[in-house]
C-alpha cells in the first residue's frame, strides 16, 4: 500500500545553517506530494507541494523537488531561522481512477529546532 | 474566515465517559477527516467522510463513530474512553478527493483519559 517514510528527528540546527529532511514514498500510479508543517500548539498547515514527476514546491525559502525515479520528496531550505522551529511531516495523496477518495497518508514528523 | 474550527481544545476524560469532539468548516468542503496524532506515529487517519451521509473507516477506528448530516459539521464521538486513546486529534477538510488538493486543519483538541 501507499507510504511515507522521513526522516526521524529531532534534527538541531544553528540559524543560518542549511536543512535537509528526507522523505521517500511508496505508491502506485502517480500521487502527488506534500510537506505540512506544525509550529508548537498549532494545526497543521500546507508548506509546500508538487503534484507531478519533476514539479518542484516552493515556500518561505524552503524548497522540494518531485524525484519519481529515486521515489523522494526531500525537504531543502539554505538558511534556516529560529522562527522555522516546528514538526515538519511529508505527506501522499493518491485518487483512484473512478474514485473521489483521496486520502493523505504522512510522514511520521521531523522536528526541527533552530538554535540562534 | 475560520476555516476548521475544533471544540474543545483541551479535555480530560475518566475511563468509561463519553464525549463529543467537534469539527465544523465554512469552506463547503466535501471531503472531512479525523486523524490522532501520537509521539512517532505521524497522523493516523480515524475516519473520513466525502460528503453528507457517506463515512467510512480509516486506519484506527476502533473506539470511535463519527456521523456526517451536514457539509459542516463532522463529529467523532468517543463511546467509552479508553487510556490508549488519550492523543491530540485533528480534524482536517479539503475541496475534493483530487490528488493535488490542499487540506485544511483544525487546532486540534488534546484529549487525556484517566
Known amino acids: 500500500g501507499d507510504s511515507v517514510t522521513q526522516m526521524e528527528g529531532p534534527v538541531t540546527l544553528s540559524e543560518e545553517a542549511f536543512l535537509t529532511i528526507n522523505c521517500t514514498y511508496t505508491a502506485t500510479g502517480y500521487p502527488s506530494l506534500f510537506w505540512y508543517v506544525q509550529y508548537p500548539g498549532e494545526g497543521l498547515q500546507l508548506l509546500l507541494k508538487?503534484?507531478?514527476?519533476?514539479d518542484k514546491g516552493s515556500n518561505k525559502g524552503f524548497e522540494a523537488t518531485y524525484r519519481k525515479e529515486t521515489t523522494s520528496f526531500h525537504l531543502e531550505k539554505g538558511s534556516v531561522q529560529v522562527s522555522d522551529s516546528a514538526v515538519y511531516f511529508c505527506?501522499?495523496?493518491?485518487?483512484?481512477?473512478?474514485?473521489?477518495?483521496?486520502?493523505?497518508?504522512f510522514g511520521r514528523g521531523t522536528q526541527l529546532t533552530v538554535w540562534p | 474566515n475560520a476555516g476548521v474550527t475544533q471544540t474543545p481544545k483541551f479535555q480530560v476524560l475518566k475511563t468509561g465517559q463519553s464525549m463529543t469532539l467537534q469539527c465544523a468548516q465554512d469552506m463547503n468542503h466535501e471531503y472531512m477527516s479525523w486523524y490522532r496524532q501520537d509521539p512517532g506515529m505521524g497522523l493516523r487517519l480515524i475516519h473520513y467522510?466525502?460528503?453528507?451521509?457517506?463515512?467510512d473507516q480509516g486506519e484506527v477506528p476502533n473506539g470511535y463513530n463519527v456521523s456526517r448530516s451536514t457539509t459542516e459539521d463532522f463529529p467523532l464521538r468517543l463511546l467509552s474512553a479508553a487510556p490508549s486513546q488519550t492523543s491530540v486529534y485533528f480534524c482536517?477538510?479539503?475541496?475534493?478527493?483530487?490528488?493535488?488538493?490542499?487540506?485544511?486543519f483544525g487546532q486540534g483538541t488534546r484529549l487525556t483519559v484517566v
Open positions: 508538487a503534484t507531478k514527476a519533476d
Open positions: 482536517a477538510s479539503s475541496s475534493s478527493g483530487g490528488s493535488g488538493t490542499e487540506a485544511f
Open positions: 505527506a501522499l495523496r493518491r485518487v483512484d481512477r473512478g474514485s473521489t477518495l483521496g486520502r493523505l497518508y
Open positions: 467522510s466525502v460528503g453528507a451521509g457517506i463515512t
